[in-house]
C-alpha cells in the first residue's frame, strides 16, 4: 500500500511524463487500476472467510506479500544497524496487526464500512500537521461522518467498528513509521524487511490455525489471489502511476478508495448500504477532499527554496 507519506517523496522525485496529457491518462488508469484491485483482492478474501476465517487469510497474505516486497526491495538484511532495525520491526508489528484488524472488521461490518473507517487513519494523519481553519473544518466533518457510521442501533457491531478504527490507527502509525524506516533504511529495503518479519511472524500463527481449523485448497487460492491484488499490484501500479501524475494528484484520488469499497462489497459480495452510511462516506471523501486541495493551493503559493526545506 503506497501512502501519502511515500507520495510526497516518489511523484516528486520521478517525474516521468507527468507533463504531458496523455502520461497524467495513463496514470489515472493506473491509479484507478490500483484501488480497485486493492478492494477486490479484500472482497476476495472475504469469500475465504467462512472456511479459514480472516486469520488465516491474513496469514497467506503476509507471506505473499513478504515475497513480492522482498523480490521488489531485495533487502540487505545483514546489513541493517539496530538503528535501522527498530522501525523496521515497529513496522512489521504495524503490518501484521493492520491486516488483521481491517479484514476481521470486513468479517463484522463489511467492505465498505470497514475501508472506510480505516481512511481516517491517513486523514488524521493529514490534519494533525495543520493548524488552519480549513483543516479543522475537515477534520469536524470527517469526525462527524465517522460518528454517524458509528451510531448506536440495537444491530450496530461495536467491535467491527473498533477493529476498523484499530486498522485506522494502524495506517496512521504505518505513515509516521514510514517516514522514519524511508530515511533510515535505502530506497524500498526498509518496507521488504519488515513485510518479511511480519511474514516469519505469522508462521507459527498460520501452522498452530490450520491444524484446527483445515483449510481447503479453494479458500487458499482466494487468500493467495488477495495477496497479490492487494499486496503487488497496487505497489507496483502506485509507483508507475507516480511516474506520471503530480503527488498531490495522487493523494487527492486514494479518496476514491471508501467509494470503491461500497461498490465492489456491493456488486461482489452483495453488502447493500443505507443512505445514511452512503452519505457518512460522502463525508469523509469529501474533507480528505477538500484537504488536499487546500495543501495544494497552499504549496503553489510557498516560494520553491522554502518548499524543499519544509518536511515531508
Not at 538503528?83 to 476481521?104: D, E, R
Not at 453488502?271 to 493551493?297: D, F, H, K, M, P
Request: glycine share 10%; charged share 10%.
Amino acid at each position: 500500500m503506497t501512502t501519502q507519506a511515500q507520495v510526497s517523496r516518489l511523484g516528486d522525485a520521478v517525474p516521468g511524463d507527468a507533463g504531458t496529457s496523455s502520461g497524467r491518462l495513463v496514470g489515472m488508469a493506473m491509479m484507478f487500476g490500483s484501488g480497485l484491485s486493492n478492494q477486490v483482492g479484500a472482497a476476495v478474501a472475504a469469500e475465504a472467510f467462512p472456511v479459514i476465517g480472516p486469520v488465516g487469510v491474513v496469514a497467506v497474505r503476509q507471506w505473499v506479500a513478504a515475497v513480492v516486497l522482498a523480490a521488489a526491495g531485495r533487502p540487505r538484511l545483514r546489513s541493517f544497524t539496530w538503528a535501522q532495525w527498530k522501525p523496521v520491526l515497529a513496522l512489521a508489528a504495524v503490518f501484521a496487526t493492520m491486516n488483521l484488524s481491517l479484514y476481521t472488521a470486513i468479517d463484522r461490518i463489511g467492505l465498505g464500512l470497514a475501508v472506510t473507517l480505516e481512511f481516517l487513519g491517513p486523514l488524521s494523519v493529514a490534519l494533525a500537521a495543520s493548524r488552519r481553519r480549513v483543516d479543522l473544518g475537515c477534520g469536524l466533518m470527517a469526525g462527524a461522518a465517522a460518528v454517524v457510521l458509528a451510531r448506536p442501533q440495537p444491530s450496530t457491531d461495536y467491535l467491527g467498528i473498533g477493529l476498523g478504527l484499530l486498522a485506522a490507527v494502524c495506517w496512521a502509525a504505518y505513515i509516521l513509521l514510514n517516514r522514519t524506516v524511508g530515511a533510515r533504511v535505502q530506497g524500498a529495503q526498509g518496507s521488504a524487511a519488515a513485510a518479511i518479519v511480519s511474514g516469519l511472524l505469522y508462521i507459527p500463527v498460520g501452522v498452530v490455525f490450520f491444524i484446527h481449523r483445515a483449510p481447503t485448497a479453494t479458500a487458499l487460492a482466494h487468500a493467495a489471489v488477495a495477496g497479490v491484488l492487494s499486496s503487488a499490484v497496487p505497489f507496483l501500479a502506485d509507483l508507475l502511476a507516480l511516474r506520471r501524475v503530480p503527488a498531490r494528484f495522487f493523494g487527492l484520488f486514494m479518496s476514491v478508495n471508501p467509494v470503491l469499497a461500497a461498490l465492489v462489497g456491493l456488486v461482489i459480495l452483495g453488502q447493500a448500504l443505507g443512505w445514511v452510511e452512503w452519505a457518512a462516506i460522502a463525508g469523509i471523501v469529501a474533507a480528505n477532499t477538500v484537504s488536499v486541495l487546500a495543501a495544494a493551493r497552499r504549496t503553489k503559493s510557498i516560494p520553491e527554496a522554502a518548499r524543499d526545506d519544509s518536511p515531508t
